[in-house]
């Protein structure tokens, strides 16, 4: 069993930066994929980024967010730039054991337990 605990969403305005983390324990971390997804009000679930060997991205992120590991920290991180109103979320991280950078929610098998992040127009 995985845990996950994300911690560095807040508010913040239209162009702003954030950088999320998500420090994980009970499980040799450098041999999984990782990755972020969000959730909006009334929205679903939806895939930001992944990393595993490489980096994959929605396009509704792509040049504005960057994905990161530091496997001596057991971290993950999201450096989220040039942040717009429609990026506001509760961002979760995610790992799992399928091969690659699987875009599915249901794919990923451990979860945090949210960070909100809110940007102002």
């Known amino acids: 069993q995985v845990q996950l605990v994300e911690s560095g969403g807040g508010l913040v305005q239209a162009g702003d930066s954030l950088r999320l983390s998500c420090v994980a324990s009970g499980r040799t971390f450098s041999n999984y994929a990782m990755g972020w997804f969000r959730q909006a009000p009334g929205k679903e679930r939806e895939f930001v980024a992944g990393?595993?060997?490489?980096?994959a991205y929605a396009d509704s992120v792509k040049g504005r967010f960057t994905i990161s590991r530091d496997n001596a920290k057991n971290t993950v991180y999201l450096q989220m730039n040039s942040l717009k109103p429609e990026d506001t979320a509760v961002y979760y991280c995610a790992v799992t054991l399928w091969p690659g950078i699987p875009r599915g929610v249901s794919s990923y098998d451990n979860w945090g337990q949210g960070t909100q992040v809110t940007v102002s127009s």
């Open positions: 990393i595993k060997w490489s980096t």
